[in-house]
């Protein structure tokens, strides 16, 4: 079945950092792809719709300059969270729209954890 | 303001008892979905409905969408602890995909 990777899984990072976090559909493409975030035993909330080749679409409350979104190809689109701070700290999901057959599907997840 | 409402939040029942969890919305989709999540890792698709009515059987689940397509119910029968985590209704009422607010179910043995 279609499967979509994020990276790193987990990560750790002093305040004042940027990370990135990648997330690929690794055998389809997909020109919408979704960014959530997730607190402990809450559901996910959407942050941003990623399509390819324009610039993307946030949720109201979100901050674009603080959540950078590049969806650059059909298969990659990452989420850059810039000068993190330790509010950020929180379970990153993204999910990639397969347009063939209007599927979507989930990443495993990066876990973001700021000192 | 959620657009997708779940009740109960929490649930906490014994082995063997029966449960339905709600979902509702003030808006007309064509087609819900409801996902499965364990702890740290990405939510899995259970079931899709879409059709207005519906009904879906997937074992001890069972999934109803609204005649209205505002609502859905997940009913589980008889339920396990392999049944334990965050159950999630969501939907895409335009480009964008939404979640519902989440039950977190927990089935004591």
């Known amino acids: 079945g279609a499967v979509v990777s994020q990276h790193p899984s987990r990560v750790i990072c002093k305040s004042g950092t940027s990370v990135k976090i990648e997330c690929r559909s690794l055998?389809?493409?997909?020109?919408?792809m979704f960014w959530y975030r997730q607190f402990p035993k809450q559901s996910l909330m959407l942050m941003a719709t990623?399509?390819?080749?324009?610039?993307?679409?946030?949720e109201q409350g979100v901050e674009k300059d603080k959540f950078l979104i590049n969806h650059a190809s059909l298969t990659l689109s990452t989420l850059t969270v810039t000068s993190a701070h330790p509010e950020d700290s929180s379970f990153y999901i993204c999910?990639?729209?397969?347009?063939?057959?209007?599927?979507?599907?989930f990443g495993p997840g990066t876990r973001l954890t700021v000192l | 303001t959620q657009l997708l409402e779940q009740s109960p939040q929490f649930l906490s029942i014994q082995e063997g008892e029966n449960l339905t969890v709600y979902c509702n919305s003030s808006?007309?989709?064509?087609?819900l979905q409801w996902y499965r999540q364990e702890p740290g890792e990405g939510p899995v698709l259970l079931v899709t409905?879409?059709?207005?009515?519906e009904v879906k059987k997937l074992k001890r689940l069972t999934f109803q969408f609204g005649d209205a397509r505002k609502d859905s119910s997940l009913h589980i029968t008889a339920a396990q602890p392999g049944d334990t985590g965050l159950y999630l209704c969501?939907?895409?009422?335009?480009?964008?995909?939404?979640f519902g607010t989440g039950t977190s179910l927990t089935v004591i043995p």
């Open positions: 999910s990639a729209r397969d347009s063939g057959a209007d599927t979507q599907y």
């Open positions: 055998d389809f493409q997909a020109t919408t």
């Open positions: 990623s399509n390819e080749g324009s610039k993307a679409t946030y």
């Open positions: 808006s007309v989709f064509s087609s």
């Open positions: 409905v879409v059709t207005g009515g």
């Open positions: 969501a939907g895409a009422p335009g480009n964008q995909f939404y």
